[in-house]
């Protein structure tokens, strides 16, 4: 190992300068360091100058090796980094002098760089989709605002964004879209895009682009041999560890470039929302918009309020990667909270739904949801409940009083994270417990049932009113009619009695196979004590940690925000308006099958005797309501084991914030995807064996050779393709388009998607005959019908046989042949 040399710096000291030779790596060991660029221009001149012309574009926090800021090994730097606070680092010098001659001298040290290089354009690429993700929800707000505007009030705006308004309106009513009555902050990011041909994405080349896939597949297979074994090839052969470093620095040099371009189209974008003067934040304090809006009682009454709920949450990000606040730039936020201060300390005209109680006797005044009983000291009466030890009780309660102190709770910063992460991992061990004893207890308390249920943990983590909501859903013990929706808790209970099998690990391990993953590195006191263990108990305490945690995570919408306790400071305002009953979900969910009518069926064996038949029959799978709020739903997996007639899992937050029907229209277009994929087998990728996935995966690979497709088609298919990174995701947002728009004949696909729909996917019979005339359809239409009259009529043939004496058939095929006539 070339000798290294460790050093500790302080805030604001250099440690690589742009435009300087390396002659040596550096290694983080504690602390962040910042990644800073300049102009080319300034390349040569005194440190200080290219420091002071230089501004933050990424910061690194992990340890490890940092390199890749320069086009080659031996070329001068084209960043400079930059200590983030007290640093310690150690400098690697190049073994004889240069790159090269250390592939020679030193080929392991060498293989540690570019591992770690690639991580760290890996990382970035992340980075700078958080970004392009940050300016999408900038530009949903700063558009939205103006559809506000130009519905409610239509004055004193600045003439820029007047006519803006005007304009965003005038496509959004043209595109056939729908104003809700009532306008919350939810609106504010709704992506309206599709009505106001708009596309949310940074100018520039796209992330797809610089990411070559093949290249970095490449790179990752070369990277994952062993060590020996790449330290041998990058011996033998220099050139392949030089040009390996300047492949991946090219990428990572792109995205860096592409962070700095994205900083600074996002705080364009802010400017126009909350800088000084002619702001959206100008219009709505000093030009009184804020008012009229509310006097028009168009506006949620937490309107406000959740508006800057959301603006934390972005600056959460913004601070993340710029290294400021957004207010440094954008005074108008400040206002725009002074404004709430103010109404907010304002009285009120008392009212029925007053959340203060007149005094009695002298009394002082008790808030109404204090009245609730049993939820006094909530988290000792959990502890209690689930017998936790005295030290993880010690040790939570000072998390969690570190977490209620923390300025910004869900910033995501390092520590912040790391806060987050060892609460998370000590209330499940918690809920856990809990549900555990609940199964054996008749009487459980009111704190420990809202925990299994909504993820409660603590009544000053949520508001009074709140609490009073949580108490009255917890009675609703809905059921519902013919979908599988099923409560966190009722569907562990299925696992606890066998009823079904656990779920699969985020790895995609069966639970056998994740039990023989374990026994690989466990000790032999650790096998004595499951020798005992219940084996009912081991596959729900499983299921806990493998598949509700780490769903819990996923749906909260980011895993670096993820909080699996219930808390104000993320479900803001009436949790009744957020909250996602069983009927809403079989609402959602029957109307899209109404649409999509074979949405949930697959290919089964029916035996009838000795004979076998192959039919299509419907399975639907579980929806599971997580404890958790979230803006995401999932699909976890699309069958249980090898049994085609099991039930797929989708899970769902308890807490629901955005719009639900996309999201499971979303979801299902996964679960198609998925079963298509397992049905298929080895054949899923063929476009004549595949099916939907077969034909979608040849589209996507030569859709630029086809004929059938414009040149302007091919193009809105390359930039759509460029935010969509996987083919899963392609064709969920196809989906999306086919069953929420093209049923009602508004043309959303190009020609070659349609007709693969219609072939696949196709629409319940009234929606295809009210299309079949519309000249966009009427081939693909006449075409199903033809072939569904041809594949009817030799169904019926083939079943004659099975008719009993009163010329019935079996129940399986008579709902088959009544599947084949929808």
């Known amino acids: ?92 010098p190049f073994s004889g002098g240069s790159f090269q001659s250390m592939t020679t001298a030193d080929p392991m040290t060498v293989v540690n760089v570019l591992r770690q290089l690639y991580s760290r354009s890996t990382v970035s690429i992340g980075e700078a989709g958080k970004l ?68 949310y994405e940074i100018p520039g080349e796209s992330l797809d682009s610089i990411n070559r896939g093949d290249v970095s597949e490449f790179m990752k297979k070369l990277l994952r041999l062993p060590p020996k074994i790449t330290g041998t090839m990058v011996r033998t052969d220099p050139a392949i560890a030089v040009d390996m470093y300047r492949m991946m620095t090219e990428v990572y040099l792109k995205v860096l470039d592409r962070i700095d371009a994205a900083t600074e189209t996002i705080d364009r974008e802010l400017v126009k929302l909350f800088g000084e003067t002619a702001s959206w934040s100008e219009y709505l304090v000093a030009g009184n918009g804020l008012g009229e809006w509310s006097a028009s009682g168009r506006l949620a009454p937490d309107f406000l309020k959740n508006f800057l709920s959301l603006l934390v949450k972005m600056n959460g990000v913004y601070e993340e990667m710029m290294g400021r606040k957004m207010t440094a730039i954008c005074p108008g936020i400040r206002q725009i909270h002074q404004y709430f201060t103010t109404k ?44 936790v030890e005295k030290e993880t009780q010690k040790q939570m309660l000072k998390l969690l009083n570190d977490f209620k102190n923390s300025k910004n709770p869900f910033n995501t910063e390092s520590d912040g994270r790391k806060l987050r992460r060892h609460i998370a991992k000590l209330y499940w061990g918690i809920y856990k417990q809990a549900y555990i004893r609940a199964k054996s207890e008749v009487k459980v308390p009111k704190p420990v049932q809202l925990m299994l249920r909504f993820g409660f943990f603590d009544e000053d983590l949520v508001e009074p009113d709140q609490l009073q909501e949580l108490n009255e859903l917890i009675r609703n013990n809905e059921t519902s009619e013919e979908f599988p929706i099923l409560y966190e808790e009722e569907f562990l209970s299925l696992i606890y009695d066998q009823a079904e099998m656990p779920s699969i690990t985020e790895m995609g391990l069966s639970y056998e196979a994740h039990l023989r993953e374990e026994e690989k590195h466990k000790s032999r006191k650790d096998r004595q004590k499951e020798q005992v263990a219940d084996e009912n108990l081991k596959k729900t305490i499983y299921e806990i940690e493998q598949r509700l945690a780490s769903t819990a995570a996923v749906c909260s ?120 994929r397992t049905m298929k087998g080895a054949m899923w990728a063929d476009p004549i064996e595949g099916g939907v996935t077969g034909e979608f995966f040849d589209y996507v690979n030569t859709y630029k050779k086809n004929t059938n497709l414009s040149a302007e088609a091919k193009e809105k298919i390359k930039e759509k393709f460029r935010s969509l990174r996987t083919n899963r995701d392609r064709f969920a947002e196809d989906y999306m388009m086919w069953v929420m728009f093209e049923k009602d004949g508004i043309m959303k696909l190009n020609a070659v998607v349609r007709e693969m729909f219609f072939k696949h996917i196709p629409f319940q019979l009234s929606l295809r005959q009210r299309l079949e005339n519309m000249p966009a359809f009427t081939k693909y239409a006449t075409r199903y019908k033809n072939i569904s009259k041809k594949n009817m009529e030799a169904y019926e043939r083939r079943f004659k046989k099975y008719q009993g004496a009163d010329g019935e058939l079996p129940p399986e095929i008579s709902h088959f042949l009544e599947f084949m006539k929808r």
């Open 557 to 676: 919408g980011s895993t670096s925000t993820a909080f699996p306790i219930l808390t104000s400071h993320a479900a803001k305002g009436s949790l009744s308006s957020l909250y996602v009953s069983k009927k809403k979900i079989e609402d959602i969910v029957s109307g899209l099958r109404e649409i999509d009518f074979s949405a949930f069926y697959r290919e089964t064996v029916l035996k009838m005797g000795d004979a076998r038949e192959i039919v299509k029959e419907e399975v639907l799978p579980y929806v599971i309501l997580l404890p958790v709020f979230g803006t995401r739903t999932l699909l976890w997996q699309e069958l249980s084991g090898t049994n085609k007639r099991t039930r797929g899992r989708i899970v769902v937050p308890m807490f629901f914030l955005g719009d639900l029907k996309k999201n499971l229209a979303h979801t299902i277009a996964c679960f198609r995807w998925e079963l298509n």
């Open 1 to 92: 190992m070339t000798e290294e040399r460790k050093e500790v710096l302080k805030n604001g000291q250099i440690i690589l300068l742009q435009g300087q030779v390396p002659t040596e790596f550096v290694m983080l060991h504690s602390g962040s360091v910042e990644i800073i660029g300049a102009s080319d221009e300034y390349n040569g001149l005194g440190g200080d100058i290219i420091v002071g012309k230089s501004h933050r574009v990424a910061v690194i926090k992990t340890k490890g090796l940092v390199s890749g800021l320069n086009s080659a090994p031996d070329e001068p730097y084209r960043k400079s980094l930059r200590a983030a606070g007290d640093v310690t680092i150690s400098r690697i």
């Open 344 to 387: 907010k300390d304002q009285p009120v005209e008392a009212s029925p739904a007053a959340a203060v109680e007149a005094p009695v006797d002298g009394a002082p005044a008790v808030k109404k949801a204090a009245l609730v009983t049993g939820y006094n000291n909530s988290i000792q009466q959990i502890f209690e409940f689930a017998m």
């Open 132 to 199: 392009a993700k940050l300016f999408q929800n900038i530009s949903m707000i700063s558009d939205n605002l103006s559809l506000v505007y130009k519905e409610i009030s239509q004055s004193n705006a600045a003439e820029e964004l007047h006519s803006r308004a005007e304009m965003l309106h005038g496509n959004f009513s043209s595109s056939g879209g729908n104003l809700p009555e009532e306008f919350s902050a939810r609106f504010l990011v709704t992506d309206n895009s599709r009505f106001l041909s708009r596309r």
